[in-house]
């Protein structure tokens, strides 16, 4: 056995770095979500309320039994050479675990990414609700965040072309809520019924499973062109929003008309935003293809490193009041979830702050294993009849069940209440906890009637006594039969650079479908939305715009109606333009957290690079030198500095703005490598801020760069440099001569 010494510890000269938790096990505790105080940066020294097992550093391998290990490199055999012995339980024990890792991905928003975080309310909002988590602003409540695309698989980029996923759960002392929203505040549907039929025809085509998490396709915009009811969302899937540059940089909306209760029992409706402090912004499709490529986990790393280095994402949170007098005030219906309540006519009151501020310890633990669900309420909000939320709440817990296994999930530590849970559920698969009363009804006598029934005064939740009568049909209402106007409002409100945007997208889209009758009818759609808008995507897929657009066929049936095809309409908004729809209107006066490129090479001149880093470190951004090889390149002076990334190993599109620094030996070098020239001229494609000093402006003359264009700053001056990068892009740049790659 000449190597028995390394079966019982570690080698030789290597010293076992154990990442938390050194030389204590915590073991499974009962509890995750305790309030964690963090300052910057990760706290992982308290999480000793983690339900993870940690490994001390005198601790010994086990099998799952407690058994201790003596060998985990050799499988149990017949003599040196011989056959594997069933009997190895060891082995079969690690196999069997391991054989059943996997368990099988959300049907949609499988692609996730998530943080732990806190909520706090600015004010108490005992008028609207009684929710306690809503009243005291010394209160934080502890949050968990998942972030998702919805229609690729768990391995697929980040940034695919595709709604987000916003799902907030509050660990409340009343239970948990959850707020199980999108990044784009409509819906594709107004009835949950066509739910699997617009998933089926989204997701990758069956017979050959192509292609992945893409819209693109045939069966998508087959399903589209014949659901006009989906024209306002198809605007905002085919708007910036669908590309963000990040998940700190999204909006995120309740989407449905929800309710807010008070004390005296009167509701609100509400319907709930989130604004993310950063501002709302986006990269361009190119850029998003070529992301896809280079690191298809863009925005995942993005979130854990903001976290990492203590750059705290953050988001207030907003509301909009409708009393529940104003039901029918408007002029769309507040149930139908493709219409938003544009700001102009009901303002978003900000009321509080989630803050994201710890990483999660395991993936699989709590972001795969974390259960959203819409119906998971407190006391103080309640549902409305939105159609679509009302399948909603169907759909969730049974989804928790194919996937997560067992109507046990709530007990998986992600998914704990930190109210303790008391009632009669008992047994089933994985069971955790151990009840020791005997008694699992109610009423009982022999438990003393425990668990007991809570009064609506002691937060006891009752539903809101919205009176219900009328006959059963299966139809809708004829206020949900306007499908175009808001594609009109959202199409109208976007900047002349957001709307080329969309229009692109479109081309984009459907020229990848192949069959002409559905590129026709989508046209046809189109033009009831703009009729600019139509001829626009007409002309770039090679087709007049119809000359009598096929009307599209509503398919739902009024609900004092038969079931025939009838004509949707299209009624006069109200407003013609909203300013908060367009990403044109955002925060652009910081740089916080934004990823600077400084191209160097040797000889770059010390004073001015370290000058310029300074600067912008010092507003918030984040420099990372770029140079033609890894290790050190030398100064002007001498000096080694340190590279952190190569023009091989990374690209111009993972960052927001690039730097190239003066020196005489550094611009000549930089001015002959292919490299350093295509990452300039990408940046200038993608519109973003670039910076020379002055002797390095003459690199640029090897490029398509305009030197004269808007966000390019050829004197080096850091003050220019940093308020171009905070415009976030030079969308006006599109217009010039395109640059090639
Ligand atoms: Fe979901 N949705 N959804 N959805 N949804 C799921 O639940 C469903 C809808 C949303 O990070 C599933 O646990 C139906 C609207 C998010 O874990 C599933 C309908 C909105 C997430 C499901 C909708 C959403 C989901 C899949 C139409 C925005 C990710 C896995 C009636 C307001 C949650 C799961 C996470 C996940 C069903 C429509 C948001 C299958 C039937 C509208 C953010 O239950």
Known sequence: MPHAEHLYGPPNGIKLVWKRHAGICTGITNHTFMAKKSTKGS??????????????????????????????????????????????????????????????????????????????????????????????????????????????????????????????????????????????????????????????????????????????????????????????????????????????????????????????????????????????????????????????????????????????????????????????????????????????????????????????????AETEQVAFHPGHLVPGIDFTNDPLLQGRLFSYTDTQLSRLGSPNFHEIPINRSVNTVHNNQRDGHMRQQINKDITSYSPNSIGGGCPFQAKAADGGFTSYDERIDSKKIRGRSKSFFDHFSQATLFYNSQSQAEQAHIVNALRFELSKVTIPAIRDRMVGILTQVDKGLAKQVADALGMPVPKKPEQPINHSIPADGKPAAYQPIKVTSSIEKSEALSMANTVKDTIQTRQIAVLAADGVDEALLNNMVKKLTAAGAQTKIVAPHLGNIKGNKGTDIMVDQTLFNTASVLFDAVYVAGGTANVKALQNDGDALHFVNQAYKHCKAIATDSDAAALLDNTYIDKKANGVITDGNAKNFIAAIGMHRFWEREQQPKVPA
């Open 43 to 364: 706290d992982k020294k308290t999480a000793d309320l983690q339900p993870d097992i940690e490994t001390g550093s005198n601790e010994m391998m086990t099998t799952d039994q407690g058994l201790l290990i003596n060998d985990d490199q050799n499988s149990l055999k017949a003599g040196e050479r011989g056959a594997t012995l069933l009997e190895d339980f060891i082995l079969r024990e690690k196999i069997t675990h391991f054989d059943h890792e996997r368990i099988p991905e959300r049907i949609v928003h499988a692609r996730g990414s998530a943080a732990h975080g806190v909520f706090r309310v600015y004010e108490p909002m005992t008028k609207y609700t009684k929710a306690k988590f809503l009243q005291d602003p010394a209160r934080e409540t502890p949050v968990f965040v998942r972030f998702s695309t919805v229609a690729g698989s768990r391995g697929s980029t980040d940034l695919a072309r595709d709604v987000r996923g916003f799902s907030v759960k509050f660990y409340t002392d009343e239970g948990n809520y959850d707020l199980v929203g999108n990044n784009m505040p409509v819906f594709f549907i107004q009835d949950a019924m066509k739910f699997p039929d617009l998933i089926h025809a989204v997701k990758p085509e069956p017979h050959n499973e192509i292609p992945q998490a893409a819209s693109a396709h045939d069966t998508f915009w087959d399903f589209i062109s014949l659901m006009p009811e989906s024209t306002h969302m198809i605007m905002w899937a085919m708007s910036d929003r669908a590309i963000p540059r990040s998940l700190r940089m999204m909006e995120g909306f309740g989407v449905h008309t929800f309710r807010l209760i008070n004390d005296k029992n009167e509701s609100f409706f509400v319907k709930f935003h989130w604004k993310p402090l950063l501002g709302v912004h986006s990269v361009a499709w190119d850029e998003a293809q070529v992301i896809s490529g280079k690191d298809a986990d863009f925005h995942r790393r993005d979130l854990w490193e903001a976290i990492e280095s203590g750059n705290f994402p953050e988001w207030e949170l907003g509301i909009q009041v409708i009393p529940q007098a104003d039901e029918h005030k408007f002029e769309f219906d507040l149930l139908d979830p493709t219409k938003l309540v544009p700001e102009e006519l009901v303002p978003v009151q900000r009321i509080g702050r989630l803050t994201l501020n710890r990483n999660p310890d395991n993936f699989f």
